[in-house]
Nanobody, 131 residues
């Protein structure tokens, strides 16, 4: 089992920044690929960003590319999402997720974009961007 706890959400004006953190406990963190997803009211959960176990590969949704940065510190068992130039449409509950990929297909066929590909989830943290 892996336990995930997000923090860092809040209320920010458009154009502002926030940094989300996701602290992991349980099994060795460095074995897991990590993802950030978000869900706005009335909408499906959507992919935001993902990072490989080593941190050497990162992936982003087109809607956040160039504004958000995912990173991880395996020594601290933590993954981060730096969010800059925030827009009102970024308002959502943000979730981190973990999975131990069994094959390289997790990356090559873009499974990292799919919520069902992940085994563990945090409780979420609210991000609200005012206009």
């Amino acid at each position: 089992q892996v336990q995930l706890v997000e923090s860092g959400g809040g209320l920010v004006q458009a154009g502002g920044s926030l940094r989300l953190s996701c602290a992991a406990s349980g099994r060795p963190f460095s074995f897991y690929a990590m993802g950030w997803f978000r869900q706005a009211p009335g909408k499906e959960r959507e992919f935001v960003a993902a990072i490989s176990w080593s941190g050497g590969n990162t992936y982003y949704a087109d809607s956040v590319k160039g504004r958000f940065t995912i990173s991880r510190d395996n020594a601290k068992n933590t993954v981060y999402l730096q969010m800059n130039s925030l827009k009102p449409e970024d308002t959502a509950v943000y979730y981190c997720a973990a999975v131990r990929p069994l094959t390289s297909g997790f990356y090559s066929d873009r499974s990292y974009q799919m919520p069902r590909a992940y085994d563990y989830w945090g409780q979420g943290t609210q991000v609200t961007v005012s206009s």
